[in-house]
């Protein structure tokens, strides 16, 4: 008995001491950090005296009601970034990203993280963002939207070596971090697009007009082969049945029909291949010439339509623009431009009545004014007029007589010539004596008046000279005078006249 009394004691010994153990005794899991604290302890890597022991992938004793064991989780950690931030131009963007972290596996790094997370490890999200969101926003602050978009990488791994130190003192390491996506509210990544997209567009359409073109350029060359086979089989088929009917013809006919047909069959012939060579110039020069030059033309109009439309969206919105400046220009002046109108309204009509009353004396005035001026300037040239032929009549007259006079006494017509114009001889007779400035006189005044008497009978020897040459015009002259003073064209004598006519025959 005494026996199994002690077997029994050491079976509850035993039991006691396994549940004592299994009480005691904590193992790690491996994406788990067992922190026990309450006791003094040493640890590898961290500072002594912490007050708390961390092991991880073991186990080890805890002792129940002097230590007390918690867990601090070592899995992944995933952080989601939205952070609105400015760039160096000034333009505002949103930046989206994800960072995934975890507590680092050395002993400093779960000791800094038990010291800050032990109780709100929910709370490391929110925390690593707000970590990173500063430092996005000062990194984003020095760059421009060109380098945020082209070099994504430069971004990550500035943002990523910023937050490194800071994580590092709250035990944290980064295991990834990707920028997803970065918008912009503004337009303007979609605006640094626009020229690229209109490029790439019209490169585009000119590849498909250049396409269009080469398809149309082959089909049309195929057209023409095809229609040129078709010609070559009908001439070929016509040739065959010309040949036929020769034969035929040959076989029906003989002699010289048999001649006759032979020489139309080679003007046919002949004919055929002019016009054979003709349509193969034909085609060449739709090859050559017109299909290239349509299609150059399809592509300059094409271009041209592009660039058209470009400017016509531009004018358009150009002009909604000045159409609505304008509108609001105008109504501004059409208030102001009444209210001036119905201020001076009334002085200008004031003004036009006067100005309409003076006008209207002023205008009558200078029409009478005018009215006389044309009729004294009428009266005067009909003056004037009536004047000059009354002249001309006179001065005709005057011929006349004077050639009546000579036809009938020639001498009396020298004669008064002559004394019309004696003072103009005598004093070309005196001239003679102008330029003598010492005259030497032997007989005194008697001298002097013989003198003074030559001088003056220079005017009848001049009339003895002229009698003289008249006679013999009259010896000379075979027919006489008629009664009305005329003689034929031939025997008419010129006769030199002083007067202001001139010269008169």
Known sequence: ??????????????????????????????????????????????????????????????????????RLSLDLNEADLDVECVTSQGIPVRVKGVVIFKVGDDQ????NAARRFLDQQKMMGSRVHNVFAGHLRSIVGGLTVENMIRDRERLTGETRAASGSEMEKLGLIIDSLQIQEILDPTGYIKNLAAPHAAAVQRDARIAQAEADRAATQAEQ??????????????????????????ATAQSQQAGP????????????????????????REQQLQIDVRKPADAAAYQTRTVAEAERDARISAAQAQAQETELRAAAEATRVKTAALADAEATKAHALAQADATRASGEAEAAAAKARGLAQAAAVQAQ??????????????????????????????????????AENWPEIVRAGASAFGNVE?????????????????????????L????????????????????????????????QSDGPEGRTG
């Open 1 to 70: 008995m005494f026996v199994g009394v002690v077997a029994g004691a050491v079976v509850v010994a035993l039991v006691v001491l396994v549940v004592l153990f299994k009480m005691m005794w904590r193992v790690a899991e491996p994406n788990e950090a067992l922190v026990i604290s309450g006791s003094k302890h040493k640890t590898a890597g961290v500072d002594d005296g912490m007050g708390f022991r961390i092991v991880t992938g073991r186990g080890t004793l805890v002792t129940p009601g002097l230590q007390v064991v918690r």
């Open 108 to 111: 400093a790094s779960i000791a």
């Open 221 to 246: 060359e195929a057209n023409a082969r095809k229609a040129e086979s078709t010609r070559n089989s009908e001439i070929l088929q016509a040739g065959y049945r010309a040949e036929m009917e020769k």
């Open 257 to 280: 029909l048999a001649e006759a047909a032979a020489r139309q069959e080679v003007v046919v012939q002949e004919t055929r291949v002019a016009e054979l060579e003709a349509q193969r």
């Open 381 to 418: 040239g009909l003056a004037q007029a009536e004047a000059a032929k009354a002249l001309g009549l006179a001065e005709a007259e005057a011929i006349k007589a004077r050639a009546a006079a000579l036809a009938e006494n020639q001498e009396a017509v020298v004669a008064q010539q002559l």
């Open 438 to 462: 010492h005259m030497v006189l032997l007989n005194g005044a008697e001298g002097m008046g013989e003198m003074f008497a030559k001088a003056l009978t220079m005017g009848g020897t001049g």
């Open 464 to 495: 003895g000279l002229a009698r003289q040459l008249l006679g013999q015009m009259k010896e000379q002259s075979p027919a006489a005078p008629s009664l009305n003073g005329s003689t034929p064209k031939s025997e008419q004598i010129p006769v």
